[in-house]
């Protein structure tokens, strides 16, 4: 079993949905978690980064974090067919190395 | 806007050759990370340091080697390279312990 788990998609969603995409963990360690926007043939660019249980925002993003169910989620409201990318949730153990979901494919069509 | 630096973006080169994909970072960070990733499929961890004089390996067992001479760079050497090794190349780097990691814009690397 994987330690970080992430339905690859792909996800696709018309213009102005909310988008919720999710990952749940095995290691109750973790104790970071980042999100991460890839468009093709780039790297990753941070999205998102707590280290704590609950809510945090920034635009149209949202992230959560669920610590007792194991369980983070990224919400991205009005959607547009710039937000068209994978996303991934990245966490790691103080002191260690990120651990990387495999990565949602999100298609915005307009 | 993070300031890490990868050159070249795209190469080209033939079998046998020896390569060395560099990358930079100005924001003082003490880690740094190198991922392999083929087009749609996850990242793998090759090589990774925790600073000045440390590498390690990876997950992803790697035929390139790594050196961190400096804190600031962190080249990835392939001493003779193989059509095998055709991938994209993403180099990263992270402040303390479980800081966010910022990545370049990745070498995209071809051998024919």
């Known amino acids: 079993q994987k330690e970080v788990e992430q339905d690859p998609g792909p996800l696709s969603v018309p213009e102005g949905a909310i988008v919720s995409l999710n990952c749940t963990y095995s290691?109750?360690?973790?104790?970071?978690f980042m999100w991460y926007r890839q468009y093709s043939r780039k790297g990753p660019e941070l999205l998102m980064y707590?280290?704590?249980?609950g809510n945090k925002e920034d635009g149209r993003f949202t992230a959560q974090v669920d610590k007792s169910s194991k369980y983070i989620s990224l919400f991205i409201r009005d959607s547009q067919p710039s937000d068209s990318a994978t996303y991934l949730c990245?966490?790691?153990?103080?002191?260690?190395?990120?651990?990387f979901g495999a990565g949602t494919i999100l298609r915005v069509k307009s | 806007e993070a300031d890490i630096y990868q050159t070249p973006r795209y190469l080209v080169i033939g079998t046998g050759k020896k390569i060395t994909l560099e990358c930079s970072q100005t924001m003082g960070h003490d880690k740094m990370y190198w991922y392999q990733q083929d087009p749609g499929m996850e990242l793998h961890l090759i090589h990774y340091?925790?600073?000045?004089?440390?590498?390690e390996k990876g997950d992803l067992s790697s035929e390139s080697t790594v050196s961190r001479i400096r804190t600031e760079h962190f080249p990835l050497t392939l001493e003779s390279a193989r059509p095998s090794h055709t991938s994209q190349y993403l180099c990263?780097?992270?402040?303390?312990?479980?800081?966010?990691?910022?990545f370049g814009q990745g070498t995209r690397l071809t051998v024919v």
């Open positions: 990263a780097s992270s402040i303390g312990l479980g800081g966010e990691a910022f």
């Open positions: 707590t280290y704590s249980s």
């Open positions: 290691n109750s360690a973790f104790q970071y």
């Open positions: 340091s925790y600073g000045v004089n440390s590498t």
């Open positions: 990245v966490l790691s153990e103080y002191g260690n190395k990120l651990v």
